[in-house]
């Protein structure tokens, strides 16, 4: 526990001079860097205050605002017309969380988040991979990669749900090519509907995911390749005892991505499944089932409320994640991230 | 900020008036003033030709040439009986339009006329102030009363209808003839062998759109119309509980029909409109030989039809009479879109504009744009489409025409009751479990 904020000059046990050791460098400790001049400092602030007030600004207005909204109208049975008088308190909020429907759009989220690691974590390490050798075709192939993920989730949804309904392309040309084992019900069924879900999802993110191994690759250097390949080691031996371990902060960073992304899935599933049969198939999310039980029902009040218990679960388990996953990699960062142990 | 503008539109428009009067002989001035206390405000028998100022209209013909041709014609010929009024009219895409107005009228600027369909969402709209009561303003002759009740509240009137869309079988009769059906069904042992004979022929015999639900629930608002007497739908519809056991006959009808297997396959992914593969799709490509829909449909089989001219063989029959159902066999259930005031609308400019779009010119006008049959009887000669002439004569005969169950009921319980027929129909749910939905529903606000 560091207790003394006075500065102490420290000497280097490391050599850092460059010209062979003539002169000794005091490395400044980290104390001292977090002291600024007293007269600048009002002017610094005032300066930092004004220019980042727009963005502050505009964020507080129509990000932080609306969630506070959301939790006053929260609170009301609420058509939408007019002002909300009907104050009913927790009244929801109770209901929500006794609603098997509600229950049931939980368990799916959840499944879902588990599934999008299982699934996409390794097949976009392994992408990664092949992708960051030199060999032919290899832009082309990251951009075809990549394409589903800049498609926007309305066009893909509707170009799935096309192809994949009752009516749709897929099972008539499975029926073509006497695959009929393959002309089966994809959406409705719920033993199969989620992992149709699944199989969309990844073709959808994986380019995504893939994009930022190879960024995370690239962060590793060669000479640790070289330096074990002398050493005997096979591909693969480098690939585990080398490359995954140093990919560590990347995968960790993707994987809480995704699972924010997974907990919060609503177009995907609203626009090929709508949002009656998304029950029926068991691929109901939370936000699913706020847009079925508060906009549509026009219980405004209700979906007002059902936004809000995800809110408090996205964060909780955000803030679960930060604390217990993330935290070794901020700590020891030169931005005073880990320093302050409690 | 709105007021404020009006009513100095109006003091200038007043004033022009007073100056106008002393001109000419036979026009009564009558001075426009804002609607400042909104509802019954509205008065009688403002003369025509002297109403000023601006109303904004939203309208949902947003596709096709006939529509907007529609509403320029209203302009023009509007103009000549008001010159002094302006008309703005908005185009707004159908799905939007709901939404859009809501925004509108919680953030005070509403437009002056717009579309209404009745129901739990004029019932809300209505509990908020939102809408003007026109019922002393209402000067329409030649549309029934009847047609009036969709939009009628506690005994005032809020819209003026403009065109009543009842619903049925739209069958294709080339199938038929060719699976040996004679004459269509009347009763449900008669769809019954209907069903069966057309499976013969390898076509599916009813298309059902269950991906958006409101079809679905449809056969059972229907079976619910045959089952329950009229007093019972009004009393269930007011109190929003559906415990009179007429509703659960009718959702275990629905459940022993759909075991016989009636619809096309894959149902439940199957849209109502959207595309060939929807199940008006289905009926304009002849894979299916008949659906249960609205007055809508010989418009949107048309849009769908390999050369996209309406089904030359389209039919259209009642729904079918329930062997010991309550309700009147010849009971119809139909949708009626209509225009209404909001409350901050200029009256008695706005009213007059209303009466106006009541008129029996401006709703043939309005059915041929838009193959739609309208409220006013006067005008339904000019509808030409053979199909509509047969849906209107039906619902002329009608002991009664109710509006459809999930408007009346509201968004809330309509929404619920759509997951549970659905719930239903893919073997998940039964048919107590459609009436508990609406009952959890009015848990939910």
């Known amino acids: 526990m560091r207790e003394n904020n006075a500065p102490v000059a420290v000497s280097s046990p ?21 002291r600024r001049p007293r007269g600048a400092g009002v002017a610094a602030r005032l300066e930092i205050a004004a220019l980042s007030a727009p963005a502050v600004i505009v964020f507080v207005t129509f990000v932080i605002l609306p969630v506070f909204l959301a939790a006053y109208y929260g609170f009301f049975r609420w058509k939408g017309f007019g002002k909300p008088t009907n104050f009913i308190g927790l009244h929801n909020y ?32 392994a992408f990664a991979l092949l992708l960051n050798q030199k060999m032919r075709g290899q832009s082309i192939i990251r951009v075809l990669i990549f394409v589903p993920y800049v498609i926007s989730e309305a066009v893909a949804g509707i170009g799935w749900s096309l192809l994949l309904g009752g009516q749709g392309a897929f099972d008539a040309l499975m029926r073509d090519w006497h695959l009929n084992f393959l002309d089966r019900d994809w959406l409705a069924n719920p033993n199969v509907a989620l992992w149709t879900l699944m199989i969309i999802l990844t073709w959808k993110y994986i380019g995504y995911a893939t994009i930022l191994m190879l960024a995370g690759l690239q962060g590793i250097p060669e ?4 330096a074990a390949s002398i050493d005997g080691a096979s591909y693969w031996q480098t690939q585990r005892r080398i490359t995954l371990p140093l990919l560590g902060p990347t995968i960790r960073i993707w994987a809480f991505l995704s699972i924010i992304g997974a907990l919060q899935l609503f177009d995907i ?9 998304a029950g029926v198939a068991k691929v109901s999310t939370m936000a699913t089932y706020m847009n079925t039980n508060g906009r549509s029902s ?45 | 900020m709105n007021a404020r503008k009006s009513l100095a ?39 025509a030709g002297t109403d000023s100022g601006t109303l904004t209209i939203w309208e949902n013909n947003t596709t096709g040439t006939k529509g907007p041709a529609f509403w320029q014609t209203v302009k023009t010929n509007y103009a000549k009986i008001q010159p002094g009024v302006t008309l703005n009219i908005v185009p707004v895409q159908n799905e939007d339009l709901d939404g859009k107005l809501q925004t509108a009228m919680n953030g005070g600027t509403p437009p002056d006329v717009f579309l209404q369909r009745g129901g739990g969402k004029l019932a809300d709209m209505v509990s908020a102030g939102y809408v003007a009561d026109i019922t002393s303003a209402v000067n329409a002759p030649d549309i029934p009363a009847g047609a009036f009740a969709a939009d009628t509240l506690g005994g005032k009137k809020y819209a003026m209808p403009l065109t009543i869309l009842p619903g049925g079988f739209f069958y294709a009769k080339d199938l038929f003839t060719q699976a040996g059906i004679a004459t269509p069904p009347t009763t449900l042992d008669e769809l019954n062998q209907a069903v069966t004979k057309l499976k013969g022929i390898g076509v599916a015999p009813i298309a059902l759109g269950a991906q958006d639900a409101w079809p679905a629930a449809h056969w059972f608002y229907w079976l619910s119309l045959r089952e329950c007497t009229q007093d019972a739908l009004e009393k269930a519809a007011t109190t929003a509980n559906l415990s009179d056991p007429c509703f659960l006959k009718a959702g275990t009808d629905l459940q022993t029909f ?17 595309g060939a593969g929807s199940s008006a799709g289905l009926v304009a490509n002849h894979k299916a030989a008949m659906e249960l829909m609205g007055a809508w449909d010989p418009g949107v089989i048309g849009g769908l039809t390999p050369d996209q001219k309406n089904l030359p063989d389209l039919g259209f029959f009642p729904f079918v009479s329930v062997p010991g159902g309550a309700g009147d066999p010849t009971a119809m259930m139909a949708g009626v879109d209509g225009y209404s005031c909001s409350s901050k609308a200029p009256m008695p400019a706005c009213s007059n504009f209303l009466n106006f779009l009541g008129t029996t010119e401006v709703q043939k006008a309005y059915a041929d744009a838009n193959s739609a049959p309208p409220a006013n009887t006067a005008a339904a000669s000019a509808v030409t489409d053979p199909v509509l002439q047969q849906v209107m004569g039906y619902s002329q005969k009608a002991a009664y025409v109710s509006l459809w169950l999930d408007t009346r009921l509201g968004q809330s319980i309509g929404n619920a009751l759509n997951t549970g027929v659905v719930n239903m129909l893919a073997g998940n749910g039964t048919p107590q479990g459609i009436i508990d939905a609406a009952n959890k529903a009015a848990a939910k606000g």
């Open chain 2, 9 to 47: 539109i109006t003091a200038v428009a007043a004033v022009a008036a007073l100056g106008l009067a002393a001109c000419s002989s036979n026009n009564t001035p009558a001075a426009t003033t804002p609607a400042a206390a909104p509802t019954g405000g509205a008065t009688t028998g403002a003369a």
């Open chain 1, 223 to 226: 000479e640790l390749n070289e």
């Open chain 1, 94 to 125: 109770k209901v929500i969380l006794t609603d098997p429907d509600f229950h049931q759009a939980l368990t799916h989220n959840i499944e879902i988040v588990v599934l999008s690691l299982a699934i996409q974590g390794p097949i976009a390490i």
């Open chain 1, 269 to 277: 599933v609203y626009i090929i499944w709508g949002q009656y049969v």
């Open chain 1, 298 to 342: 026009g219980n405004f009040g209700y979906g007002s409320a059902v936004a809000v218990v995800m809110f408090l679960i996205s964060l909780f388990i955000a803030l679960l994640y930060q604390r217990f996953v993330l935290r070794r990699d901020t700590d020891g960062a030169l931005t005073g991230g880990g320093r302050r142990t409690r």
């Open chain 1, 14 to 34: 490391v050599d850092l001079s460059t010209d062979g050791g003539s002169a000794r460098v005091a490395l400044p400790p980290s104390g001292l860097a977090r």
């Open chain 2, 258 to 274: 759909a075991a016989t297997k009636p619809f096309n396959d894959g149902f439940l992914t199957t849209s109502a409109q959207k």
